[in-house]
């Protein structure tokens, strides 16, 4: 497992990774500032004489034959067949109904999109209680998927454009099974 984070406040010295190692995180998540009442319980936690202690929660043995069971959530032939046309719309935007967003974008979804799409939709659908994939399991994990996965071009900058917006279109005109 590896996590990184990105802080685009402090870059002074350091630069963004290129694009073909930013293809090999499998999500980009967005975390915004907590709310009101989330950041009061930050500080609860955080200011008081006892700080919290972290424990394991999940033995090592039981997270591999978790990884075990998402591999076995049902992945239906349409469902698989909704994730090509979105991570081929990324690519060949013209081809399904968006000829607007082919300038936007400089590069679509590699076929690592594809793959962790598959893989994240399972594992959603997993924690949602179910053994098979739904085109919600897509649409919802998609953006984290796909988000650094879209590179805006110089024209979509320009424009104001982000990979979000052009996804959102995405999932908006691609036909759900």
């Known amino acids: 497992l590896v996590m990184a984070t990105q802080n685009p406040i402090e870059q002074e010295g350091t630069y963004p990774l290129p694009e073909a190692q930013v293809d090999r995180f499998m999500l980009k998540i967005n975390i915004s500032y907590p709310t009101k009442e989330e950041e009061y319980r930050i500080v609860e936690r955080m200011s ?3 700080l919290p ?5 999940i033995s090592p043995e039981d997270i591999l034959r978790g990884r075990e069971v998402v591999r076995e959530v049902y992945l239906d032939e349409k469902v698989k067949n909704y994730i090509l ?3 081929f719309a ?6 399904y109904n968006m000829p607007e967003l082919k300038d936007l974008m400089a590069y679509g979804a590699s076929p690592r999109g594809s793959l962790y ?9 997993f924690v949602r209680g179910r053994g098979y994939v739904t ?6 994990i998609g953006p984290d ?3 650094h996965r879209i590179i805006v071009s110089y024209e979509g900058q320009a424009e104001g454009k982000t990979s979000d917006e052009i996804l959102k ?3 908006e005109t691609v036909e759900v099974p």
């Open 85 to 87: 046309d979105i991570i």
């Open 53 to 57: 202690v972290a424990g394991p929660v």
């Open 90 to 95: 990324t690519r060949e935007p013209g081809n």
């Open 48 to 50: 008081g004489l006892e």
């Open 169 to 171: 279109k995405i999932f």
């Open 117 to 125: 799409l598959a893989l994240a939709a399972k594992a959603l659908a």
């Open 145 to 147: 998927v796909l988000r």
């Open 135 to 140: 085109p919600d399991d897509i649409k919802t």
